[in-house]
């Protein structure tokens, strides 16, 4: 014989109602959730955009149009150090790291300014003997409402917000070592340019040098050491010339590869330096000034001051989590025809501990950054005193080697102009000659080693001392 169904009682469809609408209200919550959309990556396809990569991309052209620098006449195939570096932050790969941690830095504040949701249980029991009439359904929703206490919500908001800024200082700091790096490949290759035209020039000097003596070897006016000596120099010249034009093509690859391009785009490119060789007087760099500019621009103690300011508020929630949060539980329960309501309340006991372990490593931390931050200062300080001596020292050789290539030209000219009033030979023309070269090489390697010092000067105070932009417009989130 089969049992007809047992009726619901009204105060069932009253229970099953309420269960009805929270499911639906779960759905909708559910439904307004973020999507997952795959980005895969194909690492195989990464070297052959890389190879495309070029200075006349039109939109790397539309990203240089929007950095505060003016464009040479003849741009794309005409480049300066600005455009050379925009051109760097257009294609760094470091740089779109730093963009990224940006973006999960502020995902983090996100997550930090977010309040725990509360919970909530379904409770179905059947009672298998249950009195004639009587329901047989023990129904009950229970929930478990967390309440953050002291501040913390504010306390995780205050520490993600100061990470944000130390990213955004981050990728300043990123930037300008772009910078940095690119202005160093560019000026040591356009120095191994100038190198190899003199050095070419002094070669064609030794082998008409040369020439000339062994004509003379062959009339007997020379000794034959005097006449090897000569010839041991042509070949050295021509040697030191090979090793020029070496040094010049890896100068030329390094640039390539600080600005994240393939060598060959850089193939047929004229280069406008107008104030690139300015190099400024001592006078004008003083150390005082110098040490401030420095404290107050370096990206590295901004970015370690908003760390502090992080540690600061990590050590705050830690010591706020001493106190426990409340939970609060109200519930609802049908037991067999009767409708119980509950109210919970629950918290954490600090009886074990209070939270020491954690509030002592949010301490030393901060303590570890406040150390950090002396220790970066006191490397500035120090740095930029040497580094301010060196490039006076440089500056004062360099002057000293252009006086002697300037005394040499003077010479030189002499000399001309007494082989062509026939009071001097052409081997004296050509000696003269050469001797030019050799001080105007000379005075070439101590200027370049003067703006390398300037470079380094530069990269100390974090704060460009000629016209070039320090950081990127339009890449940073």
Request: proline share 6%; aromatic share 8%.
């Amino acid at each position: 014989m089969i049992n007809a169904p047992q009726q619901l009682s009204p105060r069932h469809g009253r229970f099953f109602g309420l269960g009805a609408m929270a499911a639906w209200t779960l759905f909708l919550a559910l439904d307004g959730c973020a999507q997952y959309h795959a980005q895969p990556l194909h690492p195989a396809t990464f070297h052959s955009h890389f190879q495309h990569r070029s200075l006349t991309n039109p939109h790397l052209r539309k990203f240089i149009a929007a950095q505060p620098i003016r464009m040479p006449p003849g741009f794309p195939h005409r480049q300066t150090l600005s455009t050379l570096v925009a051109t760097g932050w257009y294609y760094s790969a470091a740089l779109r790291v730093q963009a990224a941690q940006i973006a999960l830095a502020q995902a983090n504040l996100i997550t930090a300014s977010q309040s725990p949701n509360p919970t909530v249980g379904l409770s179905p029991t059947y009672a298998a003997k249950v009195s004639p009439g009587v329901s047989p359904w023990i129904l009950g929703f229970n929930f478990d409402i967390p309440i953050e206490t002291a501040g913390r919500r504010q306390d995780r908001m205050a520490q993600a917000a100061a990470l944000i800024h130390a990213g955004r200082f981050n990728f300043g700091q990123t930037a300008w070592n772009v910078r940095q790096t690119i202005r160093r490949a560019f000026i040591t290759y356009l120095y191994a340019r100038k190198h190899v035209r003199l050095l070419a020039r002094q070669a064609a000097d030794t082998r008409l040098i040369a020439s000339l003596l062994k004509a003379r070897f062959a009339a007997g006016d020379i000794s034959r050491p005097v006449f090897a000596a000569a010839q041991i120099q042509t070949r050295q010249a021509a040697l030191a010339l090979l090793a020029g034009q070496g040094r010049m093509r890896q100068r030329r690859s390094q640039l390539a590869a600080a600005l994240s391009v393939p060598a060959r785009a850089l193939a047929g490119v004229k280069w406008f330096t107008p104030h690139l060789w300015t190099l400024p007087r001592v006078r004008a760099l003083k150390l005082r000034p110098l040490v401030r500019a420095a404290l107050l621009n370096r990206m590295d103690i901004q970015s370690l001051l908003e760390q502090y300011q992080a540690a600061e508020a990590a050590f705050k929630l830690q010591v706020a989590r001493q106190y426990p949060d409340i939970h609060l539980g109200p519930g609802y329960k049908f037991d067999q025809g009767a409708n119980e309501f509950t109210l919970g309340f629950s918290m954490t006991l600090p009886v074990f501990n209070q939270n020491q372990g954690a509030i002592a490593a949010a301490n030393a931390h901060r303590r570890l950054i406040a150390a950090n931050l002396r220790q970066q200062q006191t490397m500035v300080i120090t740095a930029i005193g040497t580094g301010l001596a060196t490039y006076r020292a440089d500056l004062r050789q360099w002057r000293a080697a252009r006086a002697i290539a300037l005394r040499q030209r003077r010479q030189w000219h002499l000399t001309r102009e007494a082989f062509h009033a026939g009071a001097q030979s052409r081997l004296a023309l050509a000696e003269a000659q050469f001797a030019l070269m050799t001080y105007q090489l000379l005075a070439l390697h101590e200027r370049r080693q003067a703006a390398l010092a300037l470079g380094h000067l530069d990269n100390l105070l974090e704060k460009p001392l000629g016209r070039t932009p320090a950081q990127p417009k339009g890449l940073q989130p």
